[in-house]
């Protein structure tokens, strides 16, 4: 899936039950009492506000939560090409495929097919690596390591709006305050190595929503939500981070139980679903 069906998905469902969407209106600040400044200087009065806004979270900094950051020696590449499947010839080209190198350089891709058209590229480098990290890519370096995939990363090297993202981890003492919670890359940013950040923003704002309707005031039903849910998320994090210090992923084989506790979590019943 990639993220424009997912937000289309998602802004769909909201206007259908009457959200009130509002673009081009950045939040700046907000208050426990539950005040939201925007860039504009208006001020609105919220029951709850939900901080939602990335690792770089307004939000958050203007309260002032007490946070760790750190930033991994690695960082990524995201892309959507063409498939190119004829050009690519015979080959398991409708899997998931993740492929390491270490030699002469360290290099990676994810590649995921998306659908009979898109392919999603992950391309990981160091950040000390001025040519692995370069966007738009340089394209020399990729195909000397991945020959094979030179018809994508022909492609992906067209691609002028291309980014390269540091890994990055946010730790915070808390994700409540008063009548403010956070969620996402605001509340608890963590390396991608399990695939997890969106995951776990979704099913925590899920969480959410069954807290509140369960709890008897907003500030009480907050602090029940973090005591239930964190867990889960602290301990995909930290593993998730130890994953991308140490390029375990290359290893294969390294989704354990351990690691599929947040994928495998189903806030519908509250419980964990192992396989049979």
């Given at each position: 899936m990639t993220r424009s069906h997912l937000h289309d998905a998602l802004v769909n469902r909201a206007r259908a039950l009457g959200v009130d969407i509002r673009v081009n209106s950045e939040a700046v600040a907000a208050d426990p009492e539950g005040r939201l400044t925007l860039q504009t200087g208006e001020v609105l009065e919220a029951d709850l506000i939900v901080g939602a806004d990335g690792v770089g979270s307004k939000v958050r900094d203007s309260i002032g939560f007490k946070q760790d950051r750190w930033i991994s020696k690695d960082g990524l590449i995201r892309l959507i090409v063409p498939r190119m499947k004829k050009e690519l010839g015979h080959g398991e080209w409708d899997n998931t495929i993740d492929m390491w190198n270490f030699w002469p350089r360290v290099q990676r891709i994810l590649y995921s097919?998306?659908?009979?058209?898109?392919?999603?590229?992950?391309?990981?480098?160091?950040?000390?690596?001025?040519?692995?990290?370069?966007?738009?890519?340089?394209?020399?370096?990729?195909?000397?390591?991945?020959?094979?995939?030179?018809?994508?990363?022909?492609?992906?090297?067209?691609?002028?709006?291309?980014?390269?993202?540091?890994?990055?981890?946010?730790?915070?003492?808390?994700?409540?305050?008063?009548?403010?919670?956070?969620?996402?890359?605001?509340?608890?940013?963590?390396?991608?190595?399990?695939?997890?950040?969106?995951?776990?923003?979704?099913?925590?704002?899920?969480?959410?929503?069954?807290?509140?309707?369960?709890?008897?005031?907003?500030?009480?039903?907050?602090?029940?939500?973090?005591?239930?849910?964190?867990?889960?998320?602290?301990?995909?994090?930290?593993?998730?981070?130890?994953?991308?210090?140490?390029?375990?992923?290359?290893?294969?084989?390294?989704?354990?139980?351990?690691?599929?506790?947040?994928?495998?979590?189903?806030?519908?019943?509250?419980?964990?679903?192992?396989?049979?």
């Open positions: 097919p998306c659908n009979e058209n898109e392919l999603y590229l992950g391309l990981m480098a160091p950040a000390a690596d001025p040519r692995g990290s370069a966007v738009p890519i340089d394209l020399e370096v990729w195909v000397e390591m991945f020959p094979f995939l030179e018809p994508c990363l022909v492609e992906a090297a067209k691609l002028k709006t291309a980014r390269y993202d540091k890994y990055e981890t946010t730790k915070l003492d808390s994700w409540t305050r008063g009548k403010v919670a956070l969620v996402g890359d605001a509340a608890h940013a963590m390396c991608p190595a399990l695939a997890q950040g969106a995951g776990c923003a979704m099913v925590n704002a899920f969480s959410l929503s069954q807290d509140l309707e369960a709890g008897s005031s907003v500030e009480d039903a907050l602090v029940d939500w973090e005591k239930r849910i964190r867990p889960v998320t602290d301990r995909c994090q930290a593993l998730s981070g130890d994953y991308a210090a140490n390029r375990s992923l290359s290893k294969g084989n390294m989704f354990t139980p351990a690691a599929l506790e947040a994928a495998r979590y189903d806030p519908l019943r509250r419980v964990f679903s192992w396989p049979q």
